[in-house]
């Protein structure tokens, strides 16, 4: 005997996805941790003047607390500045989209520009590492590649 379906379609809901201000993902409020599913989630992942959302059969919204993306580790290889995000990607940064913003966190874009990443504490230490620091001006000043890029507070 076959089980009769205990909700018709008209029935179903969206998922209510979220990712939290650590980059975690999550269904309702239960932490999605599978890899592969978090990979499929981070892959698909867009964003337009509505939000962020995934866009399947339907449009599912995506409730970003701070950004989608953390930059876990920041350093410099050769000439090029290159971040591994937490999700294990990594990716180069282009030093022009480094800001700081709120209470002195540093972002970035990534993903080809699509998204901006906050760097975690490890990483913005692994960036004023790499930055020159003015005391009399209080300015950071990192070099790469022959040129300069002011880290100051965008908003």
């Known amino acids: 005997m076959i089980a009769e379906p205990t909700h018709t379609p008209d029935q179903w809901r ?91 966190v540093p972002y970035c874009a990534v993903r080809d520009g699509a998204f901006e990443a906050r760097l975690s504490r490890a990483a913005a230490f692994q960036l004023l590492a790499l930055a020159d620091y003015d005391e009399g001006t209080g300015r950071g000043t990192l070099r790469v590649g022959g040129r300069e890029y002011p880290l100051r507070r965008r908003a």
């Open 14 to 104: 969206l998922p209510k996805l979220r990712v939290d201000v650590n980059g975690d993902w999550f269904d309702d409020d239960v932490e999605i941790t599978h890899v592969g599913i978090l990979a499929n989630l981070r892959s698909v992942l867009r964003r337009d003047a509505q939000g962020y959302y995934i866009q399947t059969r339907v449009r599912i919204p995506v409730e970003v607390e701070d950004v989608p993306f953390v930059v876990a580790r920041i350093e410099r290889r050769g000439e090029v500045l290159h971040a591994i995000l937490s999700d294990g990607t990594e990716a180069e940064v282009d030093p022009t989209t480094l800001r700081v913003g709120h209470d002195d």
